[in-house]
């Protein structure tokens, strides 16, 4: 069975651009998670996403918001980007949301010039 | 609101020898689960292992294995017969039990570094 994987795995952007970054989840896994990790702030929870329903969000501007299609595939945008955006972003999933097991994509690296 | 604490940043460890890694946390919760992630230099975030709060049996996986004190809100990482594929960030990490709530926090980590 596939691992979760992200696109891009690197991308580079100039500050006020926005991006969008894409999550596949493993087959038959309903529940994303996306997290942001810097080296100041370790990891961070941005959102979690279930059924195609933002079920919980981390504290992050409304810059940063998702969405989940009907097949399970999850995308982040971040709006107008700040030099502090520069970060690894990963994305988990797992089964259903009373699973307890989260699956890691190898992640998307994200810098901000 | 929960915490985890991970209060060595770094560690080292001789091949073959163990090591244990202390991780704490604070909630007001009874159910809950608690994990050990291992992100190695690739970044790919890997689950060492997992513990029910409910559970009162120790965790073990191969030569992984946890000291879980609930009163004490202590969750430690023994890794017994270090080998050198250990080597990595090791983040502890906490996870409500209430079914609509998948938020995981994790700790700031603990740098493994092994010794040939």
């Known amino acids: 069975k596939a691992g979760v994987t992200q696109t891009p795995r690197y991308l580079i952007k100039t500050r006020g651009q926005q991006v969008t970054l894409s999550c596949s989840p493993i087959s038959g896994h309903r529940s994303v998670s996306w997290y942001q990790q810097t080296p100041g702030q370790g990891l961070q929870f941005l959102f979690e996403?279930?059924?195609?329903?933002?079920?919980n969000k981390g504290n992050f501007p409304g810059r940063f918001s998702g969405r989940q299609f009907s097949n399970s595939r999850s995308e982040m945008n971040v709006s107008t980007l700040e030099l502090g955006d520069s970060a690894l972003y990963l994305c988990a999933s797992s089964l259903l949301f009373s699973d307890n097991e989260q699956f890691f994509g190898p992640g998307t690296r994200l810098t901000v010039l | 609101a929960q915490t985890v604490t991970q209060s060595q940043p770094e560690m080292s460890v001789q091949e073959a020898e163990t090591v244990t890694l202390s991780c704490t946390y604070d909630t007001s919760e009874s159910d809950y689960y608690l994990f050990w992630y291992k992100q190695p230099p690739s970044r790919q975030m890997i689950l060492v292992i997992r513990q029910e709060a409910y559970k009162q049996q120790n965790a073990t996986e191969n030569r992984f294995s946890v000291n879980f004190q609930k009163a004490a809100k202590s969750f430690s990482l023994k890794i017994s017969d270090s080998q050198l594929g250990d080597a990595a960030m090791y983040f502890c990490?906490?996870?409500?039990?209430?079914?609509?709530?998948?938020?995981?926090?994790f700790g700031p980590g603990t740098s493994l570094s092994v010794i040939p």
């Open positions: 996403y279930f059924s195609e329903t933002q079920r």
């Open positions: 990490a906490y996870r409500s039990a209430k079914t609509s709530y998948d938020k995981v926090i």
